[in-house]
C-alpha cells in the first residue's frame, strides 16, 4: 500500500482574506477534503497522512470527520512553517512499511483516481520519483524581472514541446524521498539549502532520477478566485454526468 502527505498548513494569500486555502469551500465541502477524497478512491493508497496549521490541528480533524472518509486511515499532524518542512514531519509518521509516499497539493482537489493510480504504479515498476504533468498550452518567455510594474525584457524563448506543468500527486520510493528531506534539512541547518517549490525538485537537486506520467486538465491548482470558479464548475458538471 501507497501512503499519502497532504500538506496542508498554509494560507494561501493569492485567494484573498479569509480562512486558509485548504479550509476554502468548493461545492459545499472545503478544497481539503476533496483532495483527500481524491487520494482515498485509489485501492492503492491505505493511509492519508493531513499536515494541519498548528493551530488547526482539532478544526481538521472535526471537518474530515464531519465528511467521513469510511475504510481509510486518516491522520492529522501539526504542520511547520514551511511546505518542505510540514512534508517531512508528515512523512515522519507514516510507517515504514508503506514503500511509496505520494505528496499532494491540498489545493488540487479534482484530481482525477486514474492519475493518482498511474503515480503509484510507475513507482512500483521501479521510478524512484514519478510527476504527472501536462504539456504547455502557451507560448512561454524567460524574461529578466524587473522593477514591479515595469516592463521585463524578454531573454528567450524556450522550446514548449519540452516543456511541462507538473501537477501532484507526486509518488516517491520512502527510502528516496526520507533521504533528499533529511539533507536539505542538514543543509539549512547550516545556513544554506536548496531554492526548491516541490519534492521531485529536491529529488532532482540532489541527483536523483524524476520521471513524468500524464497529468489532467482538472488538476489545477486552486490559487485565485476565479480558479474556484472553475472548479465549481468542474464539480457540478461532475456530478450532473455520474453522481460525483
Known amino acids: 500500500m501507497a501512503a499519502a502527505v497532504v500538506p496542508a498548513a498554509g494560507r494561501g494569500e493569492r485567494l484573498g482574506p479569509g480562512a486558509p486555502k485548504a479550509l476554502r469551500e468548493l461545492g459545499g465541502a472545503p478544497l481539503l477534503v476533496h483532495a483527500v477524497r481524491a487520494l482515498a478512491r485509489s485501492r492503492a493508497v491505505g493511509l492519508v497522512v493531513v499536515v494541519a496549521p498548528a493551530e ?39 510507517p515504514p512499511e508503506a514503500e511509496i509516499v505520494l505528496v499532494h497539493d491540498a489545493a488540487r482537489p479534482l484530481v482525477p483516481v486514474e492519475v493518482v493510480d498511474a503515480v503509484v504504479g510507475a513507482v512500483r515498476s521501479g521510478a524512484p520519483a514519478v510527476v504527472p504533468a501536462v504539456p504547455l498550452a502557451d507560448t512561454v518567455k524567460r524574461v529578466a524581472p524587473g522593477a514591479p510594474g515595469r516592463p521585463e525584457p524578454v531573454l528567450d524563448t524556450p522550446d514548449r514541446s519540452t516543456l511541462r506543468a507538473v501537477q501532484t500527486p507526486q509518488g516517491f520510493r520512502r527510502e528516496l524521498l526520507a533521504e533528499v528531506h533529511a539533507k536539505a534539512l542538514a543543509e539549512q541547518e547550516a545556513g544554506g539549502g536548496p531554492a526548491v517549490t516541490d519534492d521531485a525538485g529536491l529529488v532532482e537537486w540532489y541527483g536523483g532520477e524524476v520521471v513524468v506520467v500524464p497529468g489532467h486538465e482538472e488538476a489545477f491548482k486552486v490559487t485565485r478566485p476565479l480558479d474556484l470558479v472553475l472548479a465549481e464548475a468542474v464539480l457540478a458538471r461532475r456530478r450532473a454526468s455520474d453522481g460525483f
Open 56 to 94: 488547526g490541528v482539532a478544526e481538521v480533524v472535526g471537518l474530515l470527520d464531519s465528511h467521513g472518509l469510511d475504510g481509510k486511515d486518516v491522520r492529522v499532524v501539526a504542520g511547520g512553517g514551511t511546505r518542505q518542512e510540514s512534508v517531512r514531519l508528515g512523512l515522519a509518521v507514516i
